[in-house]
């Protein structure tokens, strides 16, 4: 008797991004099945066959594999056969099947199936689910000018709104003014601002595990702390005879 089986694993790529559902992918970046046929009792006889088809928007960008002769029917169907012999209780050459997710998707179940090689019965295996998300979408949550009292604490500039595969990198193309830092890991701006500085267009960049990125330009300027100035009793019937005589070196820092 013999039988061949065989298994397919997605691999989303390097990084903490396991879901509890399932692979979690972006669109527009490529993933990876990776299939290993086996042969379990007796050497492989004729020509095995691999199959599948990827749900609408999964597009296949290539196929490999040692021994392997592969095509792809409509962008989506695969068709691989070769006639290298596996040896019993072995495993064959794998195929290596790369994906383009072109389409959202809330998660799939990819069954592939192996028939020939002289099993009696075709081999179906079953990879995890695949869910794809849509790329980061983020938008700007910053007031076009600062005053050092605005930031106390930190804020976020640039805010993911959704989409993307955790966990998520922020970046900034150039030194944020008056001693303020980005948070590379929540995007959080924070420090304490000193001076002020003339407005600045800064571009600001979330990165997902997949290599997705997404940006936003923001323009931050700082404005000086604004003051109040004491003014000497009134000693004219003018208004400005009264602003003409301030008292020299009674100046408050406004606080808002």
Not at 159 to 171: A, E, K, L, N
Not at 215 to 231: A, E, N, R
């Amino acid at each position: 008797m013999r039988r061949i089986g065989h298994s397919g694993q997605p691999n989303p790529g390097s990084g903490p991004n396991r879901h509890p559902l399932g692979h979690q992918v972006t669109r527009g970046k490529t993933f990876t099945f990776t299939l290993t046929p086996s042969a379990t009792i007796l050497n492989t006889s004729g020509v095995p066959t691999l199959t599948g088809t990827l749900p609408i928007g999964q597009n296949i960008s290539t196929i490999s594999g040692i021994g392997w002769d592969c095509s792809a029917s409509a962008g989506v169907t695969i068709n691989c056969t070769t006639t290298s012999v596996i040896a019993a209780e072995s495993n064959g050459y794998a195929v290596t099947v790369n994906v383009r997710p072109d389409r959202v998707n809330s998660g799939f179940v990819q069954q592939f199936t192996l028939t020939g090689g002289g099993a009696a019965s075709a081999t179906t295996a079953m990879a995890n689910s695949v869910i794809v998300n849509p790329p980061p979408s983020p938008r700007i949550s910053l007031p076009y000018t600062l005053k050092p009292v605005n930031v106390a604490t930190s804020f976020t500039p640039v805010t993911r709104i959704i989409g993307g595969t955790s966990p998520f990198t922020w970046s900034v193309d150039k030194t944020l003014p008056s001693n303020l830092l980005l948070d590379p890991d929540t995007g959080a701006v924070y420090g304490t601002l000193s001076t002020a500085t003339l407005p600045a267009d800064y571009t600001i960049t979330v990165t997902d595990a997949r290599g997705v990125t997404s940006s936003q330009t923001v323009t931050i300027g700082v404005t000086d702390i604004p003051t109040i100035c004491s003014l000497t009793p009134t000693l004219g019937p003018s208004p400005a005879a009264t602003l003409s005589r301030l008292a020299a070196g009674i100046c408050l820092a406004a606080l808002s």
